[in-house]
């Protein structure tokens, strides 16, 4: 079965260092996205891609950044990571805007 | 300001209610989606909905599409404890360059006690 798997589940990192969750999904969609969830503030959307070679930023892009070398991988990287960006990131697919879009299980990241 | 602005936040009630949430913005959307989320667990789609006044019903679940395609609702009843989780409603702007655009209310937080 198609699926979309997001690594690590739970990570624990340190001010001011690089980080990378990723993001595989088996469905060949063409469109993928990074959600951040925050009590009180929904899912808020950091960045997304088209597809190969193309990525677009969202809501709350700053601090992230992506990049779209295959169909099935959507890595974000958080170039310095801040206690700001303690939060549940969720990667999603979909075929368009109009179709389902499946989610990952999420990735529990903590800046101390 | 979120895109989409959910009602209520938070809910709870008993077993055998019935409820209506909410999820409204000063913005056209092509379509709306609703989505149900479960602790520890990304949301899962409900329906989607993309004609104006659409009425759509899946079991106890009744789903509306705004005429003017700005708002929609959720209304369940007879609600379980089963029912209970995050409730998302979701959407692409209508008319952006990039309709890909895919943004999300805060959510209400339901809680059904049996």
């Known amino acids: 079965d198609a699926e979309i798997t997001q690594s690590p589940r739970h990570k624990i990192t340190e001010t001011g260092r690089q980080v990378t969750l990723a993001c595989h999904q088996t469905?060949?969609?063409?469109?993928m996205f990074w959600y951040r969830q925050d009590l009180g503030h929904g899912l808020r959307l950091i960045h997304y891609?088209?597809?190969?070679?193309?990525?677009n930023k969202g809501e709350v892009s700053d601090g992230y950044s992506v990049s779209r070398s295959n169909t099935e991988d959507l890595p974000l990287t958080l170039e310095s990571a801040a206690s700001s960006q303690t939060s549940v990131y969720f990667c999603?697919?979909?075929?368009?805007?109009?179709?389902?879009?499946?989610f990952g299980q999420g990735t529990r990241l903590t800046v101390v | 300001t979120q895109l989409l602005e959910q009602s209520p936040q938070f809910l709870s009630i008993q077993e055998g209610e019935n409820l209506t949430v909410y999820c409204n913005s000063s913005?056209?959307?092509?379509?709306l989606q609703w989505y149900r989320q479960e602790p520890g667990e990304g949301p899962v789609l409900l329906v989607t909905?993309?004609?104006?006044?659409e009425v759509k019903k899946l079991k106890r679940l009744t789903f509306q599409f705004g005429d003017a395609r700005k708002d929609s609702s959720l209304h369940i009843t007879a609600a379980q404890p089963g029912d209970t989780g995050l409730y998302l409603c979701?959407?692409?702007?209508?008319?952006?360059?990039?309709?890909?655009?895919?943004?999300f209310g805060a959510g209400t937080r339901l809680t059904v006690k049996p």
């Open positions: 999603a697919s979909s075929e368009n805007s109009y179709t389902e879009a499946f």
């Open positions: 469905w060949n969609h063409n469109n």
């Open positions: 891609s088209y597809g190969v070679q193309d990525t």
């Open positions: 913005s056209v959307f092509s379509s």
């Open positions: 909905v993309v004609t104006g006044g």
């Open positions: 979701a959407g692409a702007p209508h008319g952006r360059d990039n309709n890909n655009d895919m943004r």
